[in-house]
């Protein structure tokens, strides 16, 4: 017995001293990142303070400044892409990526990039991925696709915002299959849909039709790139069991505009039960055809909750006759319904 015991307490110890060892080793590896990611914050400060006046040139298309550029060694140049890859992070705009685009080329970055996103640190796979990008380098989309299911964030998004930035048809069928990813952010996953746009409807239209479970997502990406063709899908989906799905396809409907039955559908909706599907109706009636019927339905919702309430007075704002008319009746009350309506008709005499 005395034995076992013993045998029981070097156990222990040893299991011990292991989660002691893996504890440490895990403080260490934060360590070394964290002191890694100083590191490189400097560097790029330092790089910031000596190069951006000469980048912000370069993307004026000051050739000189771009020439000045593509004359350092590889590892400031790594530096350079890095400070003007980032602001794409949250800038879209096409002709800054365009711009960046043609100054981070002449910096001759394509024979590294490889390199880089094979890297075991994932700021360098984040670059190659923008990089790749940005210099249009279609032949690398296997390796962009592969990084969608990488294990960071950051470069995920990257790998996302790669495809968005090439704009190859060929990518636009991984970008819709991963509108369900939800490892990638839900904005970078939209922004991608916003960089297609309706080269996106028909897909959409043709994969939801046998994928019913992810209509949300549908009809949220629809909300962003759809038209009229899709006016009829989405007709069909307010009447989804649904709550969440039901007020996604009135928010696309607001999107792709309504007719005549969308129209009717959308004011039998603002007698849903539930709020979100009410306020994505009278969200979807704004600029409806100044119908009577119409405005008076969504007169009766200006005492709703407030986020139905507000977009019923934006829609009757935008019916200059007959809304008008239901914001006026209303005007003259004391309370938080009559302060809207006077804020919407005061609304429409100053744009007058």
Same mark, same amino acid.
């Not at 017995?1 to 440490?24: H, K, N, P, S, Y």
């Given at each position: 017995?005395?034995?076992?015991?013993?045998?029981?307490?070097?156990? !222990? &110890?040893?299991?011990?001293?292991?989660?002691?060892?893996?504890?440490?080793t895990?403080?260490? %590896?934060?360590?070394?990142?964290?002191i !890694?990611?100083?590191?490189?914050?400097?560097?790029?400060?330092r790089?910031?303070?000596?190069?951006?006046?000469?980048?912000?040139? !370069?993307?004026?298309g000051? #050739?000189?400044?771009?020439?000045?550029?593509?004359?350092? +060694?590889?590892?400031?140049?790594? =530096?350079?892409?890095?400070?003007?890859? $980032? +602001?794409?992070?949250?800038?879209?705009?096409?002709?800054?990526?365009?711009?960046?685009? *043609?100054?981070v080329?002449?910096?001759?970055?394509?024979?590294?990039?490889?390199?880089?996103?094979?890297?075991?640190?994932?700021?360098?796979?984040?670059?190659?991925?923008r990089?790749?990008?940005?210099l249009?380098?279609?032949?690398?989309?296997?390796?962009?696709?592969?990084?969608?299911?990488?294990?960071?964030?950051?470069? =995920?998004?990257?790998?996302?915002?790669?495809?968005?930035?090439?704009?190859?048809p060929?990518? &636009?069928p991984?970008i819709?299959?991963?509108?369900?990813? !939800?490892?990638?952010?839900?904005?970078?996953?939209a922004?991608?849909?916003?960089a297609? $746009?309706?080269?996106?409807?028909?897909?959409?239209?043709?994969? %939801?039709s046998v994928?019913?479970?992810?209509?949300?997502?549908?009809?949220r990406?629809?909300?962003i790139?759809?038209?009229?063709?899709?006016?009829?899908?989405?007709?069909?989906?307010t009447?989804?069991?649904?709550?969440?799905?039901?007020?996604?396809?009135?928010?696309?409907?607001?999107?792709?505009?309504?007719?005549?039955?969308?129209?009717?559908?959308?004011?039998?909706?603002?007698?849903?039960?539930?709020?979100?599907?009410? *306020?994505?109706?009278?969200?979807a009636?704004?600029?409806?055809?100044?119908?009577?019927d119409?405005?008076?339905?969504?007169?009766?919702?200006l005492?709703?909750?407030?986020?139905?309430?507000?977009?019923?007075?934006?829609?009757? #704002?935008?019916?200059?006759?007959?809304?008008?008319? #239901?914001?006026?009746?209303?005007?003259?009350?004391?309370?938080?319904?009559?302060?809207?309506? =006077? #804020?919407?008709?005061?609304?429409?005499?100053? =744009?007058?």
């Open positions: 017995m005395i034995d076992l015991i013993f045998g029981f307490e070097r156990l !222990a &110890l040893w299991a011990v001293a292991v989660g002691t060892g893996l504890a440490i895990l403080t260490l %590896s934060i360590v070394v990142e964290r !890694a990611l100083a590191i490189r914050e400097a560097q790029l400060r790089a910031e303070r000596r190069y951006g006046p000469l980048i912000a040139r !370069a993307l004026d000051d #050739q000189r400044a771009v020439r000045e550029l593509a004359a350092n +060694p590889l590892r400031v140049r790594l =530096r350079i892409a890095r400070l003007m890859v $980032g +602001p794409l992070i949250a800038d879209r705009d096409p002709r800054h990526i365009a711009a960046t685009g *043609a100054v080329g002449a910096l001759s970055l394509a024979p590294t990039v490889d390199r880089l996103l094979e890297s075991r640190l994932w700021w360098r796979r984040t670059l190659a991925l990089s790749v990008g940005l249009q380098a279609k032949n690398r989309i296997p390796a962009v696709v592969a990084a969608l299911e990488d294990a960071h964030p950051e470069v =995920r998004d990257a790998a996302l915002d790669s495809l968005a930035d090439m704009h190859d060929v990518a &636009l991984v819709v299959v991963h509108l369900h990813n !939800a490892s990638l952010r839900r904005g970078r996953r922004a991608a849909i916003a297609y $746009g309706s080269e996106c409807e028909d897909l959409l239209l043709g994969l %939801s994928d019913g479970e992810h209509r949300l997502n549908y009809a990406a629809l909300a790139c759809g038209t009229e063709r899709s006016r009829s899908t989405l007709g069909e989906w009447r989804d069991a649904r709550a969440d799905v039901r007020a996604a396809a009135f928010e696309a409907l607001s999107h792709v505009g309504l007719d005549a039955l969308s129209a009717s559908l959308a004011v039998e909706a603002l007698e849903s039960g539930d709020t979100d599907v009410r *306020a994505m109706a009278a969200e009636l704004h600029h409806w055809n100044d119908d009577a119409a405005a008076r339905h969504l007169g009766q919702h005492d709703d909750t407030w986020p139905v309430a507000v977009r019923a007075a934006r829609s009757l #704002q935008s019916m200059p006759r007959s809304g008008t008319a #239901q914001l006026r009746a209303r005007a003259d009350r004391p309370d938080l319904t009559g302060i809207l309506a =006077r #804020q919407m008709l005061w609304e429409i005499e100053i =744009r007058r």
